[in-house]
């Protein structure tokens, strides 16, 4: 089963929002949307979106303080859309941590044509000449077609399990400590408490594995964190 790329976006102006939201959803990908920028970072830490679409004049928080809220502990891709067209403006938001920035008023090809730029470098930061495929031992996870499969057979994974899998599979071989991925997955508000990762570590040995109780694809470091195989 392939995995909707989920786009959060952060806009007051419900117009704009409604117009962005069908946009994105026509095209393919799950759309969530937040009219404020306390909102949005809730939203943030608990969808685990793929990418931010963000408005700048929110009426509660700059955008500039949301970029940066996220940015202590996130990376997910995040392209500004202002009607600040400014280029200080520009420059203070990309220096804060935003992939892009899009000035109001804009096309839709433009918009998606940012959308997929910002979704693909997201997917091929690996840093193998390879880096769409992760492939061992019978497990393949394809991050361009977001498809997991071992043997050959579709392994049908959560969301939120897919993330945890392919945050491991892009660093193989490194230790990955529970805070990392909490932080990563969950964002900056989560829960210290790792409870909710071993769960869905759990489920995700019981889909993977033959058997769960002597992984050989994701290996776990007695109280640091989790480490996927090379």
């Known amino acids: ?50 990418l931010i679409l963000l408005d700048l004049g929110l ?10 809220t996220i940015r202590r502990s996130s990376n997910m891709p995040i392209i500004v859309i202002s009607a600040r067209t400014q280029e200080n403006e ?71 399990e897919y993330k945890l899998i392919c945050l491991l599979a892009k660093q193989p071989g490194k230790v990955l400590t529970y805070d990392y991925i909490l932080k990563q997955i969950w964002g900056p508000f989560t829960d210290t408490n790792n409870q909710i990762l071993r769960v869905n570590m759990a489920h995700i040995r019981r889909k993977l594995e033959a058997n769960p109780a002597e992984p050989k694809y994701i290996f776990t470091e007695i109280g640091v964190g989790y480490r996927m195989k090379e």
């Open 59 to 68: 009426p509660d928080i700059d955008g500039m303080e949301v970029i940066r």
């Open 90 to 160: 520009k420059v203070n938001a990309l220096d804060h941590g935003a992939d892009d920035y899009i000035t109001k008023p804009f096309g839709t090809p433009e918009l998606l044509a940012r959308i997929r730029t910002a979704l693909r470098h997201t997917n091929t930061v690996a840093g193998s000449a390879n880096a769409n495929i992760y492939s061992v031992d019978g497990l393949t996870i394809d991050f361009e077609k977001r498809l997991v499969t071992v043997d050959g057979r579709e392994v049908h994974l959560t969301q939120i």
């Open 1 to 50: 089963m392939a995995h909707k790329f989920t786009v959060l976006i952060i806009e007051d102006e419900k117009n704009i929002c409604n117009f962005i939201e069908t946009t994105v959803t026509n095209n393919g990908y799950k759309a969530v949307t937040a009219f404020t920028g306390a909102d949005g970072l809730s939203l943030a830490a608990s969808c685990c979106p793929d």
